[in-house]
């Protein structure tokens, strides 16, 4: 009987070295927003996304592409860019047929880290996409990393959650020996009938909220709003 592949939850992007990436399908996650954003655009017709770094880099592919540029640093769009990392702003009637080229605190760095690291395969994850997500690693029998993209670093709830979601649908087809896994699926299973009451009490959504963006969290954790695969290939997200 052939062994299952395995599952591992990466709680930030600190922790990446000590997971082995060349094998696996990596799942990029940032719900608030950056993933969530990615999700909505590609839902909404974007032709790609093309994920960068770095404000430079978005900048210059921006006019080499003729794309949108877009990115936030701590909640506030980023000088010399166009717009923001809210899933609002892209609905179909703006972003169908064009190019978004984004840059954000935290998800866009660690899909460049898991790159850098050697992944076999990057997807993106965020609860707008939730089956999408978990229809496809189910059928992929290969490795899973999950990784959440955290804060600056630093353990988040949200992404945390997201993981666990996941396993709670997928466990029965992998292996899974790892205690973060296990704290995920714990945490999702005791708080997946009321996930508002939980974000609410969470550092990035009084940091968010303050801003006034109550309605993109919100958004970001409700499930199959925007149900596509964002699929990473040479350089760019497109639908897969």
Request: net charge neutral; aromatic share 8%.
């Amino acid at each position: 009987m052939q062994a299952k592949p395995t599952l591992h939850t990466v709680l930030s992007p600190q922790l990446l070295h000590l997971y082995n990436l060349n094998d696996a399908v990596v799942v990029i996650i940032d719900v608030f927003r950056a993933t969530s954003t990615i999700a909505t655009a590609l839902y909404n017709g974007a032709e790609k996304v093309i994920p960068v770094d770095s404000v430079e880099k978005c900048i210059q592919l921006g006019q080499q592409t003729g794309g949108i540029t877009a990115g936030e640093r701590d909640g506030k769009v980023i000088p010399g860019l166009a717009y923001g990392n809210s899933p609002a702003e892209y609905p179909r009637s703006f972003i169908e047929g064009k190019t978004l080229v984004l840059t954000t605190t935290n998800g866009t760095r660690l899909l460049h880290m898991a790159l850098n690291s050697g992944a076999a395969e990057i997807v993106t994850g965020s609860f707008p996409n939730l089956s999408a997500v978990c229809d496809y690693l189910a059928g992929q029998k290969r490795n899973v990393i999950l990784g959440c993209s955290a804060w600056k670093d630093r353990f988040n709830l949200e992404d945390t959650l997201f993981a666990g979601a996941v396993i709670s649908r997928i466990a029965d087809a992998f292996t899974i020996h790892c205690d973060s896994s296990l704290m995920a699926s714990d945490l999702y299973r005791l708080h997946r009938s009321d996930m508002q009451s939980l974000i609410r009490k969470t550092t990035h959504w009084h940091r968010l909220a303050s801003y006034g963006l109550e309605k993109d969290l919100e958004y970001c954790v409700t499930p199959d709003l925007a149900n596509i695969l964002p699929l990473y290939r040479n350089g760019d997200l497109i639908k897969g």
